[in-house]
């Protein structure tokens, strides 16, 4: 499998390469779709000049990216176009070992569960994927995330949302202390990534067999033990930054500033238009509103779905994705990458048609609405909305599509896939 | 949520969608046609009426007095023009400088791609001559312009003279100017105004070269262009279609609309004179042809004066146009120049841009419009076939694989599926891009080997690459592939996929031109619905062919002549179509007009994998 993959990655960066040598970068670098305040290489740009004068790179309030961030490119700024592919590439690595090892769990999971074969019923083996179906899936999940228009642009635009995907990518197959540390790097870097914790505490203990039960105390130790792993490590971040800077200015100008919403630019997100029409008194409560929204699935979802931690993931980044405050394309690419896994919930998605329609239709949208509202003048912000809006709607119906699927599948699993009502006609499943 | 959630009720609604879908699509296509009749259908318009308050209730009483000196200086002007041969740029600036301006010239030369033989120009180079006139009354931040175009002979000497004129006398008042006016008269009608118009907005979009302005007003509010070509006319028209079908705010249309009104001078919109009999039949087909008129001209993305560059740079700008026809009742230049005057004064009172009355509209006559909300559902309709057509490919693609092949096999067509998806998407976009970029790189070579000339040589090398892109596609497939594509799965997703390419590529164009949009889904959405390889192989290639973008042009070109009353033979409309085109490809390179890449990078393509369609073996 080495061969296609490594086609794949020589025909991504290949593109890559030549959209940077092309006149569409300048034009993609200021595309708000693409780029955040946070994200923008203009003003890392902005950063590494004040850095350099000896000031602090937070003074003028442009620049908001992590301290780490602007280190790296202070060593790296004249490889930036280097750096941004090798990100995008190491993430696709990643992801494609991270789906092959999730591949061999399932399977050797569902080779456990062939032995006691009477759990299944019987018709439900067509449900059941072959390791022979699955061959392909790693390959196409980073396939997926390399050819995405969207994660093209995104590293085309230099916008460090790619950096801020690989260390959420890589978080899955690695080992404890491993785990903790890059997600601790994820946290660090956009705050959102503190609800993966649930999905990566799960994956572990489903690896390492401890039961999700809190009367254990095993459960309680492994938590323990996972947690102080993590704070210490973000505990390190936090204090390196410190002494890498020498103040404190960063902690109020990134995660005050993502908390916050000071900047009401538009992009694909739902704050800014509302943060812009607010009452400037009602502002501190919806935004509270707003940014619990995020936060708020972990607990049900991981209850939910505790004994699924990877697709739990999947929700979550779907969910860090539209809730953000400031979201780009790029950080839709990441969960999207991540479609081809469910690939066996095919037949039990709805709406799958309509909101792939919608979404395809609205990314296109997005630049002409733009056109329209900034350069020609006769349309305005409503018009812009109304398309990022929709552009939300559809995602949510996609993730809460997969999501009912899923479910589905296993209820199927249990109950067998042809069910009868009691009268022996067919019954149908009905989501009320 | 009831309809995404109950499988049942989805079911139901979906067989009733799929089994009904030929008639709903067709019930649609008529809807569509009768709604957008209905447009100029005088009850269902809405009446114009003024929104901006600045603009709106304040008095403005029109004194200007020199109409007869303003003619004497047309005279002059026309008199050094013959005797320079061109424009008379240092009597232009004297003359200016007389009547009190800031006044100062701008070069700009331009190497057309290919020789325009409509205008009979090749290298142009010529001068701008602007004249400021500044506030007196507020800090300079805002500009209007008035501008009047240097035509070659005596056209629009009378033009030149009135703003000379209107200059003199708005400096004389100038107490009542809160804004810079700036009196512009280009040389070279749109290619001057184009390097004018980039030399004060420090851009430079399309590679003219021109030499910067040497002085500046505030940011410009709004302009207007002034032709004028006799000494009395008999009605003034005014012209709202600008580049990319772009339209300035209804508001400058309606300022417009009330000053003849209260001035008490016949005013027409596409040259025709508004009638009052709506209720009659001829009175209903004459406010048809008035938006119809619109409709083609919006649609063709030219800039029909020289206002239509202005509105590229967010500036609401017009032109009006002086007529003078055989009717008794004639309006002397005094009273023209009451009217500008009166307007001016109004712009004048603006306090910010522009912007409380609508930017899509149609006008089946001055005193009525047809909003966005009223005429979109007529797009809407035929957006809704392409979308109902897609959903019945998706059902027919959904429902019998997955039961009775095992996954392999699966796997293995959908990468097929893909790949014979992927090959004439790729080969009918490489075709555009052909269409696109050969016309005019390969006009030497053409004129070296053919006895044509450049421009003739551009247009045949278009019409070539068009129909040599028919024989082109549809044979690859079948070498490319030779596995698996036989079966009607192939077609199907690639159908789906033209489909809603094309509703998507329909709904962007109609959002920035509707005009454009709608008369491209008029004639492609039902190639789209009904072409499967199943049908009549001989027919149908004469019916999409018929509804190319090609021959939608060329019916245009002939409905359009016949709009305006000057019908003409087959030999002439089709020299005309051939003109058309090199005007179109001339638009692109030199004001960057988009609808010549749009059709041939976007609309042809997709045309082309319908085509595809047609003979998928």
Redesign the interface.
């Given at each position: 499998m080495a061969a296609p993959l490594t086609l794949l990655l020589v025909v991504a960066v290949t593109i890559r390469a030549a959209l940077y040598r092309s006149s569409l970068a300048e034009v993609i670098a200021e595309r708000v779709e693409v780029v955040s305040p946070i994200t923008a290489w203009k003003r890392v740009i902005e950063g590494l000049a004040l850095l350099d004068l000896g000031v602090s790179p937070y003074s003028g309030d442009v620049f908001h990216e992590t301290p780490l961030v602007i280190y790296l490119f202070h060593f790296l700024v004249d490889y930036a176009e280097i750096t941004f592919m090798l990100a995008d590439v190491i993430s696709a690595i990643a992801l494609y070992l991270a789906v092959k090892e999730y591949n061999k769990q399932v399977v050797r999971k569902k080779q456990k569960f062939a032995l006691e074969a009477d759990r299944y019923p019987q018709d439900c083996l067509e449900l059941i994927r072959s390791p022979k179906e699955m061959l392909y899936i790693p390959l196409k999940v980073a396939m997926f995330y390399l050819l995405n228009p969207f994660t093209i642009l995104s590293c085309v635009a230099k916008s460090t949302c790619g950096l801020n995907n690989a260390p959420q990518i890589i978080t899955p197959h690695c080992f404890k202390i491993s785990f903790a540390v890059f997600l601790c790097l994820a946290t660090y870097q956009s705050i959102y990534p503190l609800t993966l914790c649930a999905p990566a505490m799960l994956y572990l203990m489903q690896r390492q067999y401890i039961p999700v039960n809190y009367r254990r105390a095993s459960f309680w130790w492994f938590v323990v033990q996972y947690l102080f792993m993590y704070l210490g490590s973000l505990f390190v971040l936090i204090c390196l930054s410190f002494f890498l800077l020498g103040s404190w200015d960063y902690l109020p100008s990134v995660y005050g500033f993502i908390l916050s919403v000071p900047d009401l630019t538009p992009n694909i997100g739902l704050f800014w238009y509302f943060f812009a029409e607010m009452f400037e008194h009602f502002r501190l409560f919806f935004l509270c509103v707003f940014q619990i929204n995020v936060f708020f699935y972990t607990v049900p979802l991981s209850i939910k779905l505790k004994d699924h931690p990877v697709f739990l993931m999947f929700m979550q980044l779907a969910v860090i994705s539209i809730f953000k405050s400031y979201p780009t394309v790029g950080d839709i690419a990441l969960y999207m990458a991540l479609l081809p896994v469910w690939s066996h919930l095919h037949r039990f998605l709805r709406n799958i048609f309509l909101v792939s329609c919608v979404l395809l239709a609205c990314s296109v949208l997005f630049p002409v609405l733009w056109h329209l509202w900034i350069y020609a003048g006769s349309a305005n912000s409503n018009f812009y909305y109304a398309i990022t809006l929709l552009f939300n709607v559809a995602q949510i119906l996609l993730v809460s599509d997969y999501f009912y699927a899923f479910l589905r599948r296993e209820h199927h699993l249990i109950h067998g896939l042809y069910l009868k009502k009691k009268d022996g006609s067919e019954a149908t499943l009905v989501l009320k | 949520m009831g309809l995404?959630?109950?499988?049942?009720r989805?079911r139901a609604l979906i067989s009733l969608l799929t089994r009904l879908n030929a008639p709903i699509c067709v019930l649609c296509y008529f809807a569509a046609v009768c709604w957008f009749m209905g447009l100029s259908f005088e009850p269902f318009t809405l009446r114009t009426y003024m929104s901006e308050n600045a603009m709106g209730s304040t008095m403005v009483e029109e004194r200007f007095p020199a109409g007869e000196r303003a003619l004497a200086t047309a005279k002059e002007f026309g008199a050094h023009k013959k005797k320079v041969g061109g424009m008379p740029v240092d009597w232009l600036v004297k003359t200016m400088q007389a009547r009190g301006l800031e006044v100062f010239t701008q070069r700009f030369s331009r190497t057309l791609p290919f020789p325009d033989e409509n205008n009979e120009r090749y290298i142009v180079e010529g001068t701008n001559v602007y004249g400021i006139l500044r506030a007196p009354r507020a800090p300079r931040t805002e500009a209007l312009v008035l501008s009047a175009p240097c035509s070659p002979g005596d056209d629009n000497n009378q033009a030149v003279g009135l703003l000379l004129g209107l200059a003199h006398y708005f400096r004389s008042k100038s107490i009542f100017w809160a804004k810079d006016i700036i009196f512009l008269v280009n040389e070279h009608d749109l290619i001057g105004m184009q390097a004018w118009l980039e030399g004060y907005h420090h851009t430079n979009t399309t590679g003219m070269d021109w030499s910067p302005l040497q002085g500046r007003g505030g940011s410009i509010q709004a302009a207007l262009s002034l032709e004028l070509s006799s000494d009395v006319v008999t009605s003034l028209d005014i012209v709202l279609e600008g580049l990319n079908g772009?339209?300035p705010n209804l508001d400058l249309a309606n300022l417009f609309y009330a000053f003849c009104q209260k001035i008490g001078v016949l005013c027409t919109i596409q040259g025709r004179i508004q009638r009052n009999d709506w209720d009659s039949v001829s009175g209903y087909s004459h406010a048809v042809q008035t938006m119809m008129l619109m409709v083609m001209k919006q649609a063709s993305g030219r800039s029909w004066g020289d206002h239509g560059l202005f509105?590229?740079y967010?500036i609401e700008a017009a032109t009006i146009k002086g007529i003078n026809s055989f009717r008794q009742y004639k309006t002397d230049a005094t009273t023209v120049g009451r009217l500008l005057e009166g307007m001016y004064r109004k712009l004048n009172n603006l306090l910010e841009?522009l912007?409380q009355s609508y930017?899509?509209y149609l006008m089946p006559s001055l005193s009525h419009f047809v909003s966005i909300g009223y005429y979109m559902p007529a797009f809407g309709l035929l957006a809704v076939i392409l979308?109902l057509r897609?959903?019945d490919l998706?059902v027919q693609l959904a429902t019998p694989p997955?039961r009775n092949e095992d996954?392999?096999a699966d796997?293995e067509q959908s990468s097929t599926g893909v790949l014979s998806v992927l090959t004439p998407l790729v080969i009918s976009h490489l075709t555009g891009a052909a269409l696109y970029m050969l016309p005019v790189r390969f006009q030497e070579m053409a004129v070296e080997h053919f006895q044509v000339s450049e421009t003739e040589a551009v247009v045949l090398t278009a019409i070539a690459v068009y129909t040599g892109g028919l024989a082109l596609p549809h044979n690859t497939h079948r070498y490319w592939l030779i596995s698996g594509e036989g079966t009607e799965q192939g077609w199907r997703v690639l159908k789906l996929v033209a489909v809603?390419y094309l509703?998507?590529l329909l709904?962007?164009t109609a959002?920035?031109n509707f005009s454009l949009g709608f008369i491209l889904a008029l004639t492609l959405v039902p190639v789209a619905s009904f072409v499967t390889p199943h049908v009549p192989k001989l027919l149908s290639a004469v019916v999409l062919v018929i509804l190319s973008p090609a021959f939608t042009l060329l019916f245009s070109v002939f409905i359009f002549q016949e709009l305006q009353e000057m019908p003409v033979s087959f030999q002439d409309g089709w020299m005309l179509y051939l003109s058309v085109i090199s005007q179109g490809i001339l638009d692109h390179y030199l004001y960057g007009s988009l609808v010549y890449p749009l059709i041939a990078l976007m609309v042809y393509p997709c045309w082309l994998l319908f085509w595809n369609i047609l003979f998928w073996k």
């Open positions: - | 995404l959630s109950d499988p049942n989805r772009q339209l509105l590229r967010h841009r912007h930017f899509f979308l897609a959903l998706w997955s996954g392999v796997i809603l509703a998507v709904g962007c959002l920035i």
